[in-house]
């Protein structure tokens, strides 16, 4: 039983570190994942954004293109050194909090 403990514990805490970078891949500096329909989010990973961002309505990864169009949840949260964001008409919905402590 001691075994079993000590396993789902290792695996909660892998799972809780993983979560907090929930990202699927990386183009140009910023970070996306997929919605449930393959198309790209715009969300945060493990370096903040800073500067200008320009976020492309479509990106190309592993050979494919997706339309981005969402940004998600807390993406742009606390970026303190982010100047501006252009956003591309294709961008349909801004999630909750993304750009929450911005200055």
Do not use: Q
Not at 24 to 49: L, M, P, Q, R, S
């Amino acid at each position: 039983m001691i075994n079993t403990k000590r396993i789902f514990t290792a695996l909660l805490l892998a799972v809780i570190a993983m979560a907090g970078y929930a990202y699927d891949f990386e183009v140009d500096g910023i970070y996306y994942c997929y919605d449930v329909y393959g198309n790209a989010v715009v969300t945060h990973g493990n370096k903040k954004y800073t500067g200008k961002i320009k976020i492309p309505s479509e990106v190309k990864w592993n050979g494919k293109k997706k339309k981005v169009v969402e940004i998600g949840d807390y993406a742009f949260e606390c970026c303190y050194e982010l100047k501006s964001v252009s956003i591309p008409s294709s961008v349909y919905y801004i999630g909750r909090f993304a750009f929450d402590n911005c200055i």
